[in-house]
């Protein structure tokens, strides 16, 4: 088993860029998630959970030196995160007033303070967050770290709960045969890392929980598969349309879950090409 693709997401819900390596410390991968959109009517953080369009938007390095990024906007325009007009050009594509916002540098744990809900009805909330309907069971909430409760993301990263998000080939292709109405692309899923599994088939990183591995100089422990929200069947675009048959199922056939969750044992380097070794 090799990695065959590495993914870093330079803003929080926006489509990322794959890359040949990078390095990870125990926060996750450097420079993923550095950036995030505030809601400034609702206030807190938010992702493309709550503002599904985010995920048409693209984000990539503006270059190595610096932490700036280039943001592409779903009309092909771009704009750099230093530029002093972003807030209103990204305001202006979403239809709502936000602004965009790096991990602060001193910590502070208002930054990553969970905003209001947009609902009165718990139930109601959470079923639109992770796209289930009134019939279907929402996810066992003890696989996420217990601060999301409080706080939109674990203070100090804009992750949604653990760093690391890992898929296999084998759970793509497995998606692809059941759905093949579907448009399957990786773009959908989010994964920091994907795992080329040429011998097995379904989904067997779901198999992995518990387990710690050597990829390329880190190590990483695999932890809960990932249950999945509404992000998964948001439109991206013309060729990746809106799509809720998918979440169908994940959650019918598939415990809820694609992929699972890792975290960083000890910091390293990894690249495309590398193996990965169960410990």
């Avoid at 706080?151 to 292709?173: K, Y």
């Avoid at 059941?178 to 959908?188: G, K, N, Q, T, Y």
Wanted: aromatic share 6%; proline share 7%; with cysteine.
């Amino acid at each position: 088993m090799r990695v065959s693709q590495i993914w870093r997401y330079p803003v929080k819900s926006m489509i990322g860029v794959d890359v040949d390596f990078v390095s990870l410390s125990l926060l996750g991968i450097v420079g993923d998630r550095h950036w995030a959109v505030r809601d400034n009517e609702r206030g807190g953080i938010r992702g493309a959970k709550k503002i599904g369009e985010l995920m048409q938007f693209s984000a990539r390095p503006a270059d190595e030196s610096s932490t700036h990024v280039v943001i592409t906007l779903p009309n092909g325009d771009e704009i750099r995160s230093d530029d002093t007009l972003v807030d209103v050009a990204l305001s202006a594509a979403l239809g709502r007033s936000v602004s965009l916002e790096s991990l602060p540098i001193d910590g502070a744990l208002e930054h990553f303070r969970r905003g209001p809900s947009d609902s009165t009805d718990v139930m109601a909330e959470l079923r639109g967050i992770f796209g289930r309907t009134e019939d279907e069971p929402l996810p066992d909430f003890s696989v996420f770290p217990p601060e999301v409760a409080e706080f939109e993301s674990p203070p100090g990263t804009h992750h949604d709960c653990w760093p690391l998000m890992v898929m296999t080939t084998s759970a793509l292709d497995a998606l692809r045969t059941a759905l093949p109405e579907s448009v399957i692309d990786i773009l959908r899923f989010r994964p920091s890392i994907v795992i080329d599994t040429p011998d097995e088939l379904g989904h067997p990183e779901f198999s992995w929980k518990g387990r710690t591995g050597q990829l390329g100089s880190a190590v990483v422990e695999f932890l809960d598969p990932c249950p999945r929200c509404v992000m998964i069947t948001r439109r991206i675009n013309d060729a990746i349309p809106e799509d809720r048959t998918i979440m169908r199922h994940v959650v019918r056939d598939l415990n809820q879950a694609v992929g699972v969750y890792a975290r960083i044992v000890t910091p390293g380097k990894v690249s495309v090409g590398d193996t990965l070794t169960f410990l």
